[in-house]
């Protein structure tokens, strides 16, 4: 069987760790492939060679480092069906999904082409009498970049073009759930110009994390995936002096006023519940629906429903399976939880029939009214094609929910009255909100960071915060020495 290497120095590379992993096709429930799991020093092989390209490339003019991203730009806009291709067989995302997630890591790459003008310093003359102050941005190192199953391709991208435009070298660590993608984005890099070193890639599981987590050569750690991991990567990287931004798990509500427009919103439901099988951290997981619109929009909901496909991802679906065996099995226990709690299962999607084969790890879409907010159906972060709706007697009832979740990563409100949008975008404690629009994930110009248990650091992804976190400001006062201005003076230079 393939064996799904690490990638260091330019190169692949076993490393000396004989201990692997399962890579699954979801639509089909086998394993294609192993994923070869990095020890301690197989790690440190890799950040040896990221340090050790790092004086050359920090070193390189920024119009050089700006060549080499608008070449890896060019590479992956025009073979994005091919790594589309690869995140279908290992993660099961639709094809047309798996495209558009690479068209969302594009816009970061195309920002990542402004580097010099992003990382400009500034400058003062004269802040004393032939004195000039002025600041530089520079590169902090080897940056260590861990990331989840969901966007095997997106997420890696969030991070690596800004921090490599900006000096760096790189240690990725992806899901060991589907590695490939970070692979064939190595050898897009290298095409691209890259020089060795620059860009390393290390599979593993627990044991590769905190071996980046622990290395003193790593300067920052930017990681994603569920709340608890993302806890303990901050904590972890913080105690070890490194810089840390760590996204974590999330619960996004969608507040639906009955003055919307419920045919909008049924399809904004439809689209954020369960695209890419719910497995998003921007998906809508929880429809709050003030009365007395609640039975009109279900019935909608459901409606729509009736016209999903599902299968695998080759096959023009509109929903593929679930990543594993174990979490599809997991979802689904929810379903069980929600009767129990005195939920309505209104469409359940444990008896869905797959355009795939048998023993893909399948799950329908499941819609579930009246749920409780003490059932764990409403606290859990559910990561499937599960829909909530709880109904709420009023606006501020629903704001008091989503503003009582422990997590704050996305939200959206309906409503056709600007008023009430206005006042929901300056009341509600979660840092990415839509008005009208279900997935708010900001464009690549902006930064991405949700709130509370779904954020733990200060500066966001993307956009010109990942400039500031991968770079330092250093600040240089100088003066060009003029015989007139010697001479002793003990206090600060005041004209
Ligand atoms: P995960 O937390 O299980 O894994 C993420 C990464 O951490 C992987 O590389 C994994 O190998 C590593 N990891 C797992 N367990 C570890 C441990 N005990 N010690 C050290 N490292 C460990 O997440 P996942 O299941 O791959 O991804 C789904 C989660 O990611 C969801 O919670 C989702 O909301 C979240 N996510 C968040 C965002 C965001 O922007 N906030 C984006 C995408 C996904």
């Not at 004989?18 to 197989?42: L, M």
């Not at 890799?46 to 119009?63: H, T």
């Not at 993608?181 to 905190?210: I, Q, Y």
Request: net charge negative.
């Amino acid at each position: 069987m393939t064996i799904v290497e690490h990638w260091i120095n330019g190169e692949t590379a076993s490393g000396s760790s004989t201990r692997t992993g399962p890579v699954y096709n979801p639509a089909k429930g086998v394993v294609e492939r192993e994923v070869r799991f990095a020890s301690t020093a197989d790690v440190d092989l890799a950040v040896q060679a990221a340090k050790a390209a790092f004086p050359a490339w920090s070193g390189a003019s920024w119009s050089k480092r700006q060549q080499v991203i608008f070449a890896f730009r060019e590479i992956l806009n025009a073979r994005k069906d091919e790594l589309g291709a690869i995140l279908t067989n290992e993660h099961g995302k639709v094809s047309s999904d798996a495209v558009g997630e690479i068209g969302r890591g594009l816009e970061v790459v195309e920002f990542a082409t402004a580097i010099p003008h992003l990382a400009k310093g500034e400058y003062s003359e004269n802040v004393s009498t032939g004195v000039d102050v002025y600041s530089i941005r520079q590169a902090l190192g080897v940056v260590g970049i861990i990331s989840p199953f969901n966007f095997p391709a997106m997420v890696p991208l969030w991070f690596f073009p800004i921090a490599i435009a900006a000096g760096n070298t790189v240690v990725l660590k992806p899901s060991e759930k589907d590695p490939s993608a970070s692979l064939w984005m190595a050898a897009a890099l290298k095409e691209a110009g890259l020089p060795d070193g620059v860009f390393n890639v290390v599979n593993g599981d627990k044991e590769s994390v905190d071996a980046l987590l622990e290395h003193p050569d790593v300067a920052s750690i930017s990681f994603v995936g569920s709340t608890p991991i993302a806890k303990y990567i901050y904590e972890t990287a913080s105690r070890n002096g490194k810089r840390v931004q760590a996204l974590g798990g999330a619960k996004n509500h969608m507040l639906v006023l009955p003055d919307a427009d419920l045919d909008l919103v049924a399809d904004s439901a439809i689209n954020a519940g369960f695209g890419s099988a719910g497995e998003r951290c921007m998906a809508i997981s929880v429809v709050v629906v003030v009365e007395p619109a609640a039975d009109e929009l279900i019935s909608k909901i459901q409606d729509r429903m009736g016209g999903l496909t599902v299968g695998d991802g080759l096959r023009g679906c509109d929903m593929g399976p679930l990543i594993t065996r174990e979490h599809r099995d997991k979802v689904a226990s929810y379903i069980d939880i929600a009767t129990a709690d005195g939920a309505t299962v209104v469409v359940d999607g444990r008896g869905v029939e797959a355009n795939g084969e048998a023993n893909g790890f399948w799950l329908g879409p499941t819609l579930i009214d009246r749920v409780a907010t003490s059932s764990k159906v409403y606290t859990d972060e559910i990561f499937g094609p599960v829909l909530s709706v709880v109904r709420v007697a009023s606006y501020d009832e629903g704001l008091a929910l989503i503003n009582a979740s422990r997590y704050g990563n996305g939200t959206a409100i309906f409503t056709n009255d600007g008023g009430a949008a206005r006042r929901f975008q300056n009341e509600v404690q979660v840092g990415m909100v839509g008005v009208n629009v279900p997935i708010p994930v900001p464009v690549g110009y902006f930064s991405f960071g949700g709130w509370k248990d779904s954020f733990f650091g200060n500066a966001k992804a993307y956009g010109q915060a990942a400039v500031d976190f991968y770079t330092r400001e250093k600040v240089i006062t100088s003066r060009w020495l003029d015989p007139s201005h010697g001479g002793i003076n003990l206090g600060f230079p005041q004209n």
